[in-house]
């Protein structure tokens, strides 16, 4: 395996070893069939919380001027914080508006007192980088071992709920790895997986360098 140059930065090191590490256990899950007790403890106890800092970043990073009525609906509804609908427009907004602060406290909510989650919304904006980056991999940096070369068919999310969607699609493809229920190459989910760890793995392969 090739290693990565130290950027001198520790966090977007551990970053960049973690999307490699993840692509080549993906890599190693469908090459060989099987996931081996330590490829599913790293896929369970650093890329999962990893993405999990995504939906804590997103949770915190909606406005309710970033989302359309329905889309606030449907995130409000995602996060299980539905309940009767108010009567009219406005109220059904600001019902809304509040049931995403309260999702928002809810994520942030610890018996202790923490830092700011700049950690999460670190992970987020990043995510958001490496979907935008996604469809315009070079064919000779597509890994991916089944079809064409190429990930452009791989649109990258367009309004909150997409982006909310994708998220929650990594965290599927990765727990069904981890817990040893085998990735099917022809599965347009896991492809989109993949493509994400492989992109995120070339984006931060060249560490960081520092300029006067």
Do not use: C, K, N
Not at 132 to 151: D, I, N, Q
Not at 190 to 200: E, H, N, P
């Amino acid at each position: 395996m090739v290693g990565i140059e130290p950027s001198g930065f520790a966090e977007f090191d551990r970053l960049a070893d973690l999307f490699r590490r993840t692509r080549e256990l993906l890599d190693l899950a469908t090459a060989t069939s099987e996931v081996p007790d330590e490829a599913a403890e790293v896929l369970a106890t650093e890329t999962l919380p990893h993405v999990e800092d995504m939906e804590e970043g997103f949770r915190v990073w909606l406005r309710a001027s970033a989302a359309e009525l329905a889309e606030m609906r449907a995130l409000v509804v995602r996060a299980g914080l539905a309940g009767p609908q108010p009567g009219s427009s406005a109220e059904r907004r600001a019902a809304l508006v509040e049931a995403m602060h309260e999702l928002a406290a809810r994520s942030r909510a610890r018996p202790d007192i923490v830092p700011a989650p700049t950690r999460s919304l670190a992970a987020l904006e990043h995510a958001r980088l490496v979907f935008a980056m996604l469809p315009a991999t070079p064919s000779a940096e597509v890994h991916f071992p089944a079809g064409l070369r190429s990930y452009g068919d791989i649109l990258p999310p367009r309004r909150p709920i997409d982006l909310a969607e994708r998220i929650e699609e990594l965290e599927r493809s990765i727990w069904s790895v981890a817990t040893r229920h085998l990735p099917r190459l022809g599965d347009s989910s896991y492809r989109r997986t993949y493509g994400f760890f492989d992109t995120a793995a070339r984006l931060s392969a060249g560490g960081f360098v520092a300029h006067a």
